[in-house]
Structure formats: structure tokens, C-alpha cells
């Protein structure tokens, strides 16, 4: 058991969301419209691989770390706003350089927001099990609940058998 628990299983899903949600976001205040049936699909296919690839960035130093955070935030704010303003059907036309600065607004939020997380997120799984002590495992019922009929598990026999016509067990 790890003395520190390592929150970076939940990158993948944090990064996919926050990169799906603050793109729409950045896209609306830059003028953008909000994608809607099959274009909302996409969107969330991109958000799923923004977030399998963010698991993919390995924890070898906080720099190398980030580097490669950013790098795969940025592109999936570029498969966003590519997809996001493909099937542009509003008559407004964006502000490029809002657009850009919106994206790249959001791109920064995220790769700072989520390290922060990890390091909050272990702070308190350790807080929490200094206060609460270790996990304890639960002892195994002998009688399957809900089933009052079954019959109670048998122990091992003389000869180490499992059960009445099990074969012995080498020793």
C-alpha cells in the first residue's frame, strides 16, 4: 500500500470534461454558437481523447509534467475549436483574435487547474487517512445474503480437500 495515494487516474476524465466545457465556453464568449446533435457527438468523441491521452503523460518531473499536460490540452482546444466553428450555421462571424485569446485563455486554466487538483486531491486522500487509519478488509460472509437456503461453506478436510469430492491437496 502507498503511503501517498496518486490521484493522476482521474486526469484523463478532468482533462476530457474541463477541455469540452471550457472550449464551448471560450467559443461562446468569442461569438461562437453552441454545438448542438451531432456536432455536441464530436465534441464529446474529442473530449474522450483528450482525456485518454492526458492519462498517457507520464509524471517525471513537475516541468516535463506540465510541458506535456499543456501540449495535450492545446490540442485538444485546437480539435475543439476546429470542430466548433466546421459547422458554423449562425450568421455573427467571430473575433479571430478573441477566439484565439479565449482558447488559449482556457488552455492555461486547465493545465494549471488540474496539477492543483492532483496535489489537493492527495493532500486530502492523505489527511483523511491519517484521520481515519488504513483500510481494513471485511471479513467474508459465510452465508451468501438474501439467500437463506444455501448451505454454509465447508471448511478444508483432514487432507486439505476443498470440498467432498475435491482431490487432496499436494503438500
Same mark, same amino acid.
Given at each position: 500500500?502507498?503511503?501517498?495515494?496518486?490521484?493522476?487516474?482521474?486526469?484523463?476524465?478532468?482533462?476530457?470534461?474541463?477541455?469540452?466545457?471550457?472550449?464551448?465556453?471560450?467559443?461562446?464568449?468569442?461569438?461562437?454558437?453552441?454545438?448542438?446533435?451531432?456536432?455536441?457527438?464530436?465534441?464529446?468523441?474529442?473530449?474522450?481523447?483528450?482525456?485518454?491521452?492526458?492519462?498517457?503523460?507520464?509524471?517525471?518531473?513537475?516541468?516535463?509534467?506540465? @510541458?506535456?499536460? +499543456?501540449?495535450?490540452?492545446?490540442? &485538444?482546444?485546437?480539435? %475543439?475549436? =476546429? !470542430?466548433?466553428? *466546421?459547422?458554423?450555421? #449562425?450568421?455573427?462571424?467571430?473575433?479571430?483574435?478573441?477566439?484565439?485569446?479565449?482558447?488559449?485563455?482556457?488552455?492555461?486554466?486547465?493545465?494549471?487547474?488540474?496539477?492543483?487538483?492532483?496535489?489537493?486531491?492527495?493532500?486530502?486522500?492523505?489527511?483523511?487517512?491519517?484521520?481515519?487509519?488504513?483500510?481494513? @478488509?471485511?471479513? +467474508?460472509?459465510?452465508?451468501?445474503? &438474501?439467500?437463506?437456503? %444455501?448451505? =454454509? !461453506?465447508?471448511? *478444508?478436510?483432514?487432507? #486439505?480437500?476443498?470440498?467432498?469430492?475435491?482431490?487432496?491437496?499436494?503438500?
Amino acid at each position: 500500500m502507498r503511503a501517498t495515494p496518486d490521484p493522476a487516474g482521474l486526469r484523463g476524465p478532468v482533462a476530457g470534461g474541463l477541455v469540452a466545457a471550457l472550449a464551448v465556453a471560450a467559443h461562446g464568449i468569442a461569438g461562437g454558437g453552441f454545438p448542438g446533435g451531432a456536432d455536441f457527438a464530436l465534441l464529446q468523441a474529442v473530449s474522450v481523447l483528450t482525456g485518454a491521452v492526458a492519462v498517457l503523460v507520464r509524471r517525471s518531473g513537475r516541468f516535463a509534467d506540465a @510541458a506535456g499536460l +499543456l501540449a495535450v490540452l492545446a490540442g &485538444g482546444q485546437y480539435a %475543439t475549436h =476546429l !470542430l466548433l466553428t *466546421a459547422h458554423e450555421h #449562425g450568421t455573427s462571424t467571430p473575433s479571430t483574435a478573441l477566439m484565439v485569446g479565449a482558447h488559449v485563455l482556457a488552455t492555461l486554466l486547465v493545465a494549471v487547474a488540474i496539477p492543483a487538483a492532483e496535489r489537493f486531491t492527495a493532500l486530502a486522500a492523505t489527511t483523511l487517512r491519517a484521520l481515519l487509519g488504513p483500510p481494513r @478488509a471485511q471479513p +467474508l460472509p459465510t452465508r451468501p445474503a &438474501g439467500f437463506p437456503g %444455501t448451505p =454454509l !461453506l465447508r471448511a *478444508a478436510g483432514p487432507l #486439505g480437500a476443498i470440498g467432498p469430492r475435491a482431490p487432496p491437496v499436494g503438500r
